[in-house]
């Protein structure tokens, strides 16, 4: 299998096991669950797919020498992912976590093709589930790792805070270190650190965003409350499930439908919010090979420590957010 990529380049994919999984139908559904949920389903965001990011994790993987297995794991990250993506956890779980899709991964699996795929290549499924247990592909924030690399140099393209050389030259200094993903230039780790935060502001955890996604998320309670949806019905895709919803004749949630538009807007109001929320904020603090040593940007950086420092402390807490509806949409607030 030759594979195209357009961090990474060219690739051929020789491995059976691979080739099997990226073929399963648990993979394929992927390429129609956005990575940016609802904002990248109407237009907001780029229209990466979850698919795309999940192979070019397991692109990425590859490229630092990681194991076949890690390799695997990594393909399989996100395979749980729910339709919208990080807007279920609106519904099920806080904002802030962004962990519903870890917390099912092993229930999800159990019921897909990928148990027969890797059997078949004798291996078991369970575990290539347990990401902490393969440290190129998952790290505890803020270090690096391979599915936070992955995304944040797909959409620094794509939100143009960075060109592709730009990612290309970041990678080229990116190195697999005793396992782990750090960097042998401190410059690049700079830029890294403070381009995550901008990445962040303009889209993980920008207000207007974050607002959406709680619309939406009203939306899926009332279709859960009525019956319109079902659990099993995460797993689709996100158009099948999104034309579903509008073809109800619910009122009640054909208004909530109609404030999921580009034309929405959201203040920052105290007095009479329609919600609060704590949404996850997302950092990293690069590790820097120098001399045989490895140190954090912030360890090397005074300014970007107190930057980061600010920019937790600015933005932590319950946002209280008033709706203002697109003209000729109701005010459900």
Known sequence: MRLHDRLYGWVDVHEPVLIDLIQSAAVQRLRGVSQHGITGLIGICAPVSRFEHSVGVMLLVRRLGGSLDEQIAALLHDVSHTVFSHVIDHVFDTPGSQGYHDRVKVQYAAG????????????????YLREDDYPLL???APALCADRLDYFLRDVIDLKLGTAADCTHALDHVINWDGRIVTDDLDVARWMAYTYIEADKASWANFREVGLYEVTAQALRLS???????????????????SRLH????????????????????VWDEAAPDFRIITKLR???????????????????????????????????????????????????
């Open 112 to 127: 897909t093709d990928l148990p027969d795929v890797l059997a078949a290549h004798g291996k078991d499924w369970h575990a």
């Open 138 to 140: 998952e790290q505890p």
């Open 224 to 242: 859960f409350e009525r019956g319109y949806l079902h659990e099993s019905d995460l797993w689709d895709v996100d158009r099948a499930i999104w």
């Open 247 to 266: 073809a109800t004749g619910d009122a009640d949630l054909q208004a909530l439908l109609a404030l999921v538009n580009t034309e929405t807007g959201f």
């Open 283 to 333: 950092t990293i603090d690069p590790d820097v090979l120098i001399n045989g040593a490895l140190q954090p940007v912030s360890a090397l950086d005074p300014a970007f420590a107190a930057y980061l420092a600010d920019y937790l402390r600015d933005h932590s807490g319950a946002w209280p957010m008033r709706i203002v509806p697109p003209p000729g949409a109701e005010d459900t607030s």
